[in-house]
């Protein structure tokens, strides 16, 4: 054989040999970014400052902090409130754009007062919400793509029937039902570390509302509360002992989330808008507490406004919808009115008007009546701030970043879960400043860039 020919036989040999190279280190970069399985722990109303009371044992967000991710803390839409923020962070709209502006308002669609707290009522009243488009959660895309989910005490289950199918169905969910069996949640950990190991789920969605709850009806920062505090925080302890036990880090995301915040109201911080305001000029009051919708009867708005201008209620300021502030994303909501009454951190707004006020609130006002920890206030104000930790393959030990917005955790939770989600426009230019979904998002991973590499030597081999 001539040397030309041995040349050429070399050469095809070479290109052979760097070819399957090539493509085993696809294959190879490909599999190592497989989405993981995530464990997202959703808790209503924990305030980034509960972390800082030295009186508390906080061991279990203690070890998610020391051994992973941390933003400073969740910046929440507005209101902020469970509702409005739960929303917002598993659809990544605002509030403006997914219509579920409170924990309750007045819907001109359906021309009644909407609630939502547990999941019956998000059942009912979800599709009375003005949207701007067809939005659908997290977990209902995680359910039409086939991703194994469970949910623990969630709002709303994506079927009302799925917390009686089977336990190996793709999708199972306890839903919340506002009662005090989600005290028991400590007792789930092996339930799901058994969704994790022998179910293969890839979501496991815990919500965990005590907090907002009790916070409300005895005080921020009270015994009752704080008992639950340290309840979700051994939940979490508890959790971590068994992925340790089991060796699941590398391939387990452990994340903790909370919208908003809550700040303590005493009593003496309440202020009554029959005291200020002629009543005569009101259909109705939507709301109480850190916030109120003012219904003006037609053509009597300026008269109003011009009455609280006169008459000003300490603490609190009254907002034309026109002149809401744009961090609010509120004003084009087709269902906010045009005057909100808004109360500094720490103050309360109520009325004593039976006929006007909704919801109804009893024929005697006492002192239990009026709730001792509040949200809802501006979405800048300290207390109102929530939380995002996470540790696990995805979430490298030690990062600190200084905030998130609610709106921004979405997509994050979309590439961590590897789900083809709907995002907004506004996420599609987004660059975010955390670290969420770390490893997926090292595009040029070792093995990527070899590969690379790999490509140039095949192309360079003269055949």
């Known amino acids: 054989m001539s040397p030309a020919g041995d040349t050429d036989m070399g050469g095809r040999l070479l290109r052979s040999i760097l070819l399957f190279s090539l493509h085993v280190n696809v294959l190879l ?4 970014h497989h989405a993981h399985t995530n464990v997202v722990v959703y808790i209503d109303g924990f305030a980034k400052w509960f972390l800082n009371r030295t009186n508390l044992r906080l061991t279990g967000f203690e070890e998610v902090r020391q051994n992973g991710y941390e933003a400073d803390y969740v910046l929440p839409e507005f209101p902020s409130v469970p509702a409005t923020n739960y929303w917002s962070i598993f ?3 605002y509030p403006n754009r997914h219509g579920l502006i409170g924990d309750m308002f007045w ?5 009644k007062l909407l609630e939502f707290d547990n999941a019956d009522s998000y059942d009912n009243n979800l599709a009375y919400l003005n949207r701007s488009e067809p939005i659908e959660p997290i977990w209902m895309t995680a359910k039409r793509k086939n991703v194994p ?5 969630w709002r709303p289950c994506p079927d009302q029937q799925m917390s009686k199918k089977a336990k190996e169905s793709m999708v199972n969910c306890l839903a ?12 789930k950990t092996s339930d799901i570390m058994h969704d994790i190991n022998s179910l293969k789920k890839r979501l496991v969605l815990v919500g965990y509302p005590s907090i907002a709850a009790s916070g409300r009806k005895y005080g921020a920062y009270t015994g009752h509360t704080t008992e639950k505090i340290e309840r979700i925080s051994t939940f979490l302890q508890e959790l971590q002992n068994e992925l340790t036990a089991y060796n699941r880090w590398n391939d387990v995301n452990l994340i903790v989330i909370s919208g908003n915040g809550m700040a303590t109201v005493p009593i003496n911080n309440v202020y009554f808008i029959d005291d200020f305001l002629e009543m005569e000029l009101v259909d109705k009051l939507v709301g109480n507490g850190a916030y109120m919708w003012i219904y003006a009867h037609p053509g009597m708005e300026h008269k ?36 909100l009454l808004l109360c500094e951190q720490g103050y309360a707004i109520y009325s004593r008007n039976r006929q006007k006020q909704l919801p109804r609130m009893p024929v005697e006002l006492t002192e239990d009546y ?19 930790m996470a540790r696990g ?38 660059h975010t400043r955390t670290a969420v979904g770390g490893s997926s998002q090292r595009i040029f991973s070792p093995l990527l860039v070899s590969a690379v590499i790999l490509l140039t030597l095949c192309a360079s081999v003269d055949v």
């Open 91 to 93: 659809t990544g709209r």
């Open 176 to 187: 919340y039902d506002g009662g005090e069996d989600v005290e028991l949640i400590v007792n």
């Open 393 to 430: 393959p995805d979430f490298p030990k030690g990062q600190r970043d200084k905030w998130i917005r609610a709106t921004q955790i979405y997509p994050q939770l979309c590439r961590l879960i590897q789900l083809d989600c709907d995002l907004p426009a506004e996420h599609h230019s987004f």
């Open 149 to 153: 989910t469970s949910m623990y005490y």
């Open 304 to 339: 109003v406004h011009q009455s609280l201008d006169d008459n000003t209620i300490p603490h609190c300021r009254l907002h034309w919808r026109r002149n809401f502030p744009e961090r609010w994303h509120l004003k084009e909501a087709s269902d906010a009115g045009e005057l």
């Open 370 to 388: 009026f709730r001792k920890g509040e949200f809802g206030y501006d979405n800048g104000a300290s207390d109102m701030k929530g939380i995002f």
């Open 29 to 32: 970069a490909l599999d190592s």
């Open 107 to 111: 819907s001109a669609t359906a021309n």
